[in-house]
Nanobody, 121 residues
Framework: HVQLVESGGGLVQPGGSLRLSCAASGSIFSINAMGWYRQAPGKQRELVATITRDGNTKYADSVKGRFTISRDNAKNTVHLQMNSLKPEDTAVYYC???????????????WGQGTQVTVSS
């Protein structure tokens, strides 16, 4: 069993910053990609940023230059530094990890419970 626990969401004014964190725990042998997705009211969940175990990153065009994803492989954590936040960044942010609980078994996707980010004056 694998758990992803997010933290760091909240209310911030436009132009402000927030840092999201996600910690994976449980039966983990290895974690491949980790990432952040978000879902605004009435919209589909969308990719925000992903990072591979080797540190290769990918960002949605809407957050490039404002958000930075990072991870600590030793601690099984992933972070999202969000700067210059805009009202359109308001959403529930979900952590995702591709986990292998034992060598040789298939990789499985796990999700956190989500953390609310609200950008408003």
């Amino acid at each position: 069993h694998v758990q992803l626990v997010e933290s760091g969401g909240g209310l911030v004014q436009p132009g402000g910053s927030l840092r999201l964190s996600c910690a994976a725990s449980g039966s983990i042998f290895s974690i491949n990609a980790m990432g952040w997705y978000r879902q605004a009211p009435g919209k589909q969940r969308e990719l925000v940023a992903t990072i591979t175990r080797d540190g290769n990153t990918k960002y949605a065009d809407s957050v490039k230059g404002r958000f930075t994803i990072s991870r600590d492989n030793a601690k099984n954590t992933v972070h999202l530094q969000m700067n210059s936040l805009k009202p359109e960044d308001t959403a529930v942010y979900y952590c995702n990890a591709e986990v292998q609980w034992r060598i040789g078994v298939r990789w499985s996707d796990y999700w956190g419970q989500g953390t609310q980010v609200t950008v408003s004056s």
